[in-house]
């Protein structure tokens, strides 16, 4: 021990003397995991096993959630037109006149096909929350028809196909696109309607666009056909609604052309791409993949065997994304045709609900970008996936017939005409595609694969804790793991009790050597060292003990076949404090041996060599040593001076003759032929 250690021991017994014990306890110890090696084949796979498991954990969040990257969401942008036809669906022109005769072919526009079905009648209920229409009315053919009261007048009825052109049926926004699949027209007509013999309804036939059953008259709640409004100069005019509703033939043709743009935050260089143009150094585009979202568990149809190879590739950078609307409406698992969901809508019990074509629909369409900086891997996927419900917007008033600056004169000089003003208002329901980007630009993160690693190495505390219980609660050597487990671990007692081992082991060694129980080579086997515990212990349980001293050995991997006095040390002072590695520093630091310059001895070439008679050197006077009981006292050591012979090396076996016989000894390190060393005997 060097100066300072001793000096640092010194002062740590002196504060443990001068306070008391349970402050000493309190403060002073300190209380941490002891490594212990268990040598239990079972524990090891259960460790390891766990251990692997924890190591799996880790690579596999690095794999599959990037927890190493770091990530943020991309900006994104989507450019899209709408065009007349997609390159793999029939044209928007062609299917609105299906075969010269449309009304007829179009099922929606049938009269004589189940119109009935494409109607929505909106529920009206009274103050107190009676439900007034519509109502059931068992026909004829034994159905239920239902039917909307008098008055109720803003239903989605009476519809009839019109031919709309191209430019009517879509409109656009920065992420919004809306094609027309219902529309419904209000026209406005004000009358003059107060004169000398004039009496008003706009129930009239001369003043309606169309009989009752293609259009309907929207009337007050007071009853009345016609609202009243009074002009300048006392004149009185009277406005007309009349309400048509019609599909547009064959909308879902209409195709659009898609492109997408992203860009990265400086963080990530301001990394940007579009597919306008093909990707190249500064342009990171990616392949864009066209797949279907299910939200909310929904059953959907599969798409066609022709839609669904096509998407199996990518849409490369620079070739627009082409889809009709009616392949987009695939994708996404609906059609026009079908009915909307009876959660979608307000509904009457028993009410079937509308098909799509007249209520709406709207379809989602999200980029979602995975994007590599570090290795300009780029890749995109567009979700496509619907939300049912009553989908509508509003267009642009039409005015068909303008007021006349100078109107309204006297209404009763007769030069005034019957019409004012008319306009028609539009309400338009469809499909309203809405579009949006997210996903993740990532780059690799020192920061956090670190925190990858911690996480790992967090876990494997539980794992070590799992094995001390098994070891301590369940193993059949439970007591003697929980008691090396809870040894209190101090310097100077266990330096001590490894000393007094190691001194009575040495006593026992050197009197097992005078009965003959030791090998020439001073070791003992295992056949006799069961002969002596044997005697104390009987024939089996000393056989037993013997074995388990030598499966202690130092050496896990093989069992020895004889063990030093040095080895058997080492097993009884264990690995705390390597008894073995002391005893080297010490030996290194105080038994060093010192040669002297001699020039005497023969050449060895690798045979032992009898050494001439050594110098015999006076030992010290043994000291008196206490009788312990059961153990045989060690004579007293005595020392002799050898000359190396020439041609022996370090390491190199002599035989030297001394007092109690030859012996064999090592020429120890540093020693050269010629040079004077000393051994004990």
């Not at 001068?18 to 460790?47: H, M, T």
């Amino acid at each position: 021990m060097s100066k300072f250690a001793e000096a640092f021991q010194r002062f740590e017994d002196s504060i443990w003397d001068i306070v008391p014990g349970f402050v000493g306890k309190l403060f002073f110890e300190v209380k941490q995991p002891k490594v212990v090696s268990i040598r239990s084949p079972v524990l090891g796979i259960i460790e390891k096993s766990l251990l692997g498991l924890v190591l799996a954990y880790v690579i596999m969040n690095i794999i599959s959630s990037g927890s190493h990257f770091k990530e943020e969401m991309p900006t994104g942008f989507p450019t899209f037109d709408f065009i007349r036809k997609a390159p793999n669906d029939a044209a928007f022109n062609d299917q609105r006149n299906l075969n010269d005769q449309p009304y007829v072919d179009l099922p929606y526009c049938n009269v004589f096909h189940k119109r009935g079905e494409y109607e929505y009648l909106r529920p009206i209920y009274d103050s107190t929350g009676t439900l007034l229409s519509p109502y059931k009315n068992f026909t004829k053919t034994k159905n239920f028809d239902w039917v909307a009261i008098k008055g109720s007048v803003f239903n989605d009825d009476k519809i009839a196909c019109k031919q709309i052109n191209y430019a009517e049926l879509i409109k656009k926004g920065l992420f919004t696109a809306q094609l027309t699949t219902f529309q419904s027209e209000t026209l406005s007509t004000v009358h003059r309607c107060e004169g000398p013999s004039l009496s008003y309804s706009c129930s009239d036939p001369a003043k309606r666009e169309t009989d009752d059953a293609k259009s309907t008259i929207i009337t007050k709640y007071s009853g009345e056909d016609y609202f009243k409004s009074y002009e300048s100069g006392g004149n009185v005019s009277c406005t007309c609604l009349e309400k048509k509703n019609s599909f547009p033939m064959a909308p879902e043709y209409i195709g659009l052309a898609i492109y997408h743009d992203y860009q990265g935050s400086s963080d990530f260089g301001g990394v940007t791409g579009t597919t306008t143009i093909k990707k190249n150094s500064n342009n990171l585009a990616p392949d864009t993949y066209v797949k279907r979202k299910v939200y909310g568990g929904k059953h959907l149809p599969p798409m066609s065997a022709a839609l669904e190879e096509r998407l199996k590739q990518p849409f490369k950078p620079g070739d627009a994304i082409q889809l009709s609307v009616n392949e987009l409406l695939e994708i996404a698992g609906c059609n026009l045709d079908e009915s909307v969901s009876e959660t979608s809508i307000p509904l009457v019990q028993g009410q079937p609900p509308p098909k799509r074509r007249t209520a709406g629909v709207r379809l989602k369409v999200e980029f979602e970008y995975d994007i590599n900086v570090d290795t300009d891997d780029a890749a995109c996927t567009m979700y496509v996936s619907f939300i049912d419900g009553l989908t509508s917007w509003s267009q642009d008033v039409q005015m068909h017939s303008r007021q006349k600056l100078s109107e309204p004169k006297n209404m009763e000089d007769g030069g005034i005409p019957d019409v004012l003003r008319q306009y028609s208002e539009f309400t338009n329901r469809g499909v309203m595609i809405q579009f949006s980007a997210h996903g993740k630009l990532k780059k690799f993160d020192v920061n956090n694969f670190v925190n990858v690693v911690i996480q790992g190495i967090v876990l494997m505390g539980p794992v070590y804790s799992l094995i001390l219980i098994l070891a301590t609660m369940v193993m059949p050597a439970k007591k003697v793991y929980s008691q090396s487990l809870r040894e209190k671990v101090e310097y100077t007692k266990s330096m001590g009790q490894a000393a007094t081992m190691a001194a009575l082991l040495i006593s026992q060694f050197n009197d097992w050597g005078k009965q003959g129980k030791l090998k020439q080579n001073k070791k003992i086997n295992v056949q006799a060292l069961s002969e002596i515990l044997s005697q104390s212990l009987g024939e089996t349980e000393g056989g037993d003990m013997a074995k388990f001293v030598f499966e202690a050995s130092p050496d896990h991997e093989n069992t020895p076949e004889e063990l030093s006095c040095e080895e058997m040390i080492r097993i009884m002072t264990g690995d705390v404090l390597n008894f073995g590695k002391i005893q080297r520093k010490m030996t290194r630091k105080k038994l060093q041996i010192h040669p002297v310059n001699r020039n005497n001895g023969n050449p060895n070439n690798g045979t032992p060599y009898n050494a001439p008679a050594p110098d015999l050197v006076a030992a010290p006077a043994p000291a008196v040593q206490p009788q312990i009981p059961g153990m045989v006292q060690a004579p007293q050591a005595r020392a002799v001076n050898v000359t190396c012979p020439p041609g022996i090396a370090p390491g190199g076996m002599l035989q030297v003759q001394t007092p109690n016989g030859m012996v064999q000894v090592q020429v120890p390190n540093g020693v050269s032929p010629g040079q004077v060393f000393q051994i004990q005997y």
